[in-house]
């Protein structure tokens, strides 16, 4: 079956813009996680969407917002881009809510200048 | 809270060596543990799992068994390869945090023929 798919794989964007970023989580997994990937700070945790609610939010500045659709489908936003928002972005989808694993996607490359 | 400890790397090995990338964890509530792997310019690939004490994740020739005495989930593996070379981060998910997985900073294997 197909896996997570993330688009757009790159994106260059400058300072103080936004930017939307999509993810298509695998068929039948209602739950979507997204983390930021950074050689500095690593694995960060953002938020999680389950069945279009937001059940979980990590340490970032409110600049950065997501949301999922009724298909399963999430984006998320950044808003006035700094360039320490350069980052991969990686989304994750899981069946259900519960440590149970996580199947991520290529991940997008966001580089801000 | 919850976190996670990592080898520090990078680790560089030669063809048919034996690994072992050590981690270390705390949680508060009962955890899953598990093993990613990430390739350059990839999302991670789930790797193996544990989802209770003394279970033992296998997958690829990798093993690693969930030590609740000694919070530790090592990975090891017998024989590496040059396909092997890639990053490994050790993560953890409990049932009060959802699908929020906590990773370790990342061990770096280079596998040299």
């Known amino acids: 079956k197909a896996g997570v798919t993330q688009t757009p794989r790159y994106l260059i964007k400058t300072r103080g813009q936004q930017v939307t970023l999509s993810c298509s989580p695998i068929?039948?997994?209602?739950?979507v996680s997204w983390y930021q990937q950074t050689p500095g700070q690593g694995l960060q945790f953002l938020f999680e969407?389950?069945?279009?609610?937001?059940?979980n939010k990590g340490n970032f500045p409110g600049r950065f917002s997501g949301r999922q659709f009724s298909n399963s489908r999430s984006e998320m936003n950044v808003s006035t881009l700094e360039l320490g928002d350069s980052a991969l972005y990686l989304c994750?989808?899981?069946?259900?809510?519960?440590?149970?694993?996580?199947?991520f996607g290529q991940g997008t490359r966001l580089t801000v200048v | 809270g919850n976190s996670v400890t990592q080898m520090e790397g990078p680790v560089t090995l030669s063809e048919e060596a034996f690994l072992t990338i050590n981690c270390t964890y705390t949680?508060?509530?009962?955890?899953?543990l598990f093993w990613y792997v990430q390739y350059p310019g990839e999302g991670l690939q789930l790797l193996l799992k544990?989802?209770?004490?003394?279970d033992k994740g296998s997958n690829k020739g990798f093993e690693a068994t969930y030590r609740k005495e000694t919070t530790s989930f090592h990975l090891e593996k017998g024989s590496v390869q040059v396909s092997d070379s890639a990053v490994y981060f050790c993560?953890?998910?409990?049932?009060?945090?959802?699908?929020?997985?906590?990773f370790g900073t990342g061990t770096s294997l280079t596998v040299i023929p």
């Open positions: 994750a989808s899981s069946l259900s809510t519960v440590n149970t694993e996580a199947f």
């Open positions: 068929s039948g997994h209602r739950s």
């Open positions: 969407y389950f069945s279009e609610t937001q059940r």
């Open positions: 949680a508060t509530g009962y955890p899953s």
């Open positions: 544990a989802t209770k004490a003394d």
């Open positions: 993560a953890l998910s409990t049932s009060n945090t959802g699908n929020q997985f906590y």
